[in-house]
């Protein structure tokens, strides 16, 4: 489980996260969703501590992540693992040594300890046989998959997606919340997921948070999201003719 | 302008840690040989040739008076080529291609996130990324000067025997005239200090750039523009402190 207790955030005058406590279970997906620039990355970042934040604490299962020195840190670092909204492969790396990366750096694994892993994670992603690809010969579906099959490399505890599939087309983009949500269920990972993609909110959303304006707005589930009377969640749900016919 | 420095301060002293795995620097520093050192020995060479042929060329033209002996044009050459020619000129010119690369390749992985994915599996990416390639730099740009000057030397040389003007003979007693070992330390402290600056200024860029491609770009600009000022600044600065 992951806690965020009384949060803020601000850049420079502008207070992008305004006291968020949240959160986030084992085992299941929980997806942040609002609009885009609502403060979904933000507070992502912030959870995995690429931003410090003003106020507030972050628990990884009990563990102050806020105060913890940097050795501690470190040792948490590598229990979670995170997909870039583009990816973020490294451009100069196959997409073998991508995912070999992690393991070459934290583990003491033996090379073919290490490529029985990365060929392992590829398959866990419907990715064989792509191992000596760059990332500039990838389309943005295998990207993406490439960035999971990354950061489940060292079997992290937590898993962050952002946007996982911005930019993907409609059926990919289902592959890939699919494949998010099955590797959640199988590892038991606490997985949390920042969306403005509806789909993803439906198919996949087993606890869900929206944030307005840098404040947690509502919580609920993908049974009761359709249902709120919130004004702000329905104007964001239902801005498109679908929704709206759905609803009816 | 004191932010920016304690910026850059700052950044030096994440660099300069040990790094994580010992075996993964070697072999980024091997990668970092080629791109900022090999790949440049062409452009270096040939620069240099024809540097050291207009230094010859100019000096014989300007030697009117019979009581200056045409052995003069030999000083000469080496004499520009060791004190500034090669550490200096060849130095801004690395600035500007080295540079521009350092800056636009950290820069790139800023804005497409690469530097926030190695930072959350918990790698100091300054580190990571910025040591390597002032490593690398450090090592190699010392034998780019040194080849720097024996291709100037043999540029002066060249081009003293096809204008005719300074026989093959006079030319090389000219370069073993009052030789003094010092001048070549000299040149290899300044090439060692451009070489920092270089890619320290440039890594600094590249790592605090925000933004997309054209952010890159400026970044990139930037990189070369405060790069070679700096060569310039420290080259006074050392020229005072080491020759005066
Ligand atoms: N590094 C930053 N510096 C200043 N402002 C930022 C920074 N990152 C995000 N913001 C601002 O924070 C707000 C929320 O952004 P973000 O979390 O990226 O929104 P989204 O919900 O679309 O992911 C935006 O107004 C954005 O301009
Ligand atoms: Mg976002």
Redesign the interface.
């Known amino acids: 489980m992951i806690e965020a207790a009384n949060i803020s955030k601000s850049f420079g005058e502008k207070e992008v996260l305004k006291n968020i406590s949240v959160q986030f279970e084992k085992g299941i997906t929980n997806l942040i969703i609002g609009r885009s620039g609502s403060g979904k990355t933000v507070l992502m970042?912030c959870l995995?501590g690429?931003f410090n934040v003003d106020k507030g604490n972050i628990f990884f299962d009990d563990r102050d992540f806020s105060n913890m020195s940097i050795k501690e840190?470190?040792?948490i670092?590598?229990e979670?693992?995170?997909l870039?909204?583009?990816g973020?492969?490294?451009?100069s790396m196959t997409v073998e040594q991508n995912i070999m990366?992690?393991l070459?750096?934290?583990t003491k694994k033996s090379i073919e300890e290490k490529l029985e892993r990365v060929n392992f994670c590829l398959k866990r992603v419907n990715l064989e046989n792509s191992n000596k690809l760059f990332p500039s010969e990838l389309s943005g579906g295998m990207i993406k998959r490439v960035a999971i099959a990354r950061a489940i490399s060292l079997q992290p505890k937590y898993l962050f997606c952002d946007e996982p599939n911005s930019g993907l087309d409609p059926m990919t983009s289902g592959v890939i919340d699919n494949l998010i949500s099955e590797i959640t269920h199988e590892y038991q990972i606490t997985t949390v997921i920042n969306t403005h993609d509806m789909n993803s909110v439906l198919e996949i959303g087993e606890k869900i948070v929206f944030i307005n304006n840098g404040e947690l707005w509502w919580g609920g589930t993908n049974q009761n999201v359709l249902k709120t009377n919130n004004k702000e969640l329905n104007d964001f749900i239902f801005a498109t003719e679908l929704t709206r016919r759905l609803k009816k | 302008m004191l932010k920016p420095i304690g910026r850059y301060i700052l950044l030096m002293l994440r660099v300069f840690k040990k790094p994580?795995?010992v075996k993964?620097f070697r072999k980024q520093l091997f990668t970092e040989f080629q791109s900022l050192g090999t790949d440049s020995l062409g452009i270096v060479a040939i620069i240099s040739v024809f540097m050291g042929a207009v230094v010859a060329i100019q000096t014989a033209y300007n030697i009117d008076s019979p009581l200056i002996p045409l052995t003069m044009v030999g000083f000469t050459a080496r004499q520009s080529m060791v004190l500034e020619f090669s550490p200096t000129i060849v130095s801004l010119i690395l600035a500007g291609k080295v540079g521009s690369r350092i800056a636009s390749e950290i820069g790139?992985?800023r804005v497409?996130?690469?530097i926030?994915?190695l930072?959350?599996?918990?790698?100091n990416p300054p580190n990571y990324l910025i040591l390597p390639k002032i490593t690398a730099a450090i090592l190699y740009n010392p034998i780019l000067i040194v080849l720097s000057i024996i291709m100037g030397l043999f540029g002066g040389w060249l081009a003293c025997i096809v204008t005719q003007l300074v026989t093959s003979q006079d030319y090389i007693s000219g370069l073993r005239y009052w030789f003094e070992a010092y001048t070549i330390f000299y040149a290899l402290i300044k090439t060692v200090v451009f070489a920092f600056i270089i890619t320290s200024i440039s890594g600094y860029f590249g790592y605090y750039t925000t933004g997309g491609a054209l952010e890159v770009g400026r970044a990139s600009t930037k990189a070369v523009v405060f790069s070679s000022i700096f060569i310039i600044l420290f080259n006074l600065i050392l020229t005072q402190l080491l020759l005066a």
């Not at chain 1, 973020?88 to 451009?91: G, V």
């Not at chain 2, 930072?119 to 790698?123: D, E, L, N, S, V």
């Open positions: 970042k995995v690429l840190k470190r040792d670092r590598q979670l693992g995170m870039f909204q583009g973020a492969l490294f451009d990366f992690p070459s750096m934290f | 994580d795995k993964i790139t992985m497409t996130e690469q926030d994915a930072k959350i599996m918990g790698i």
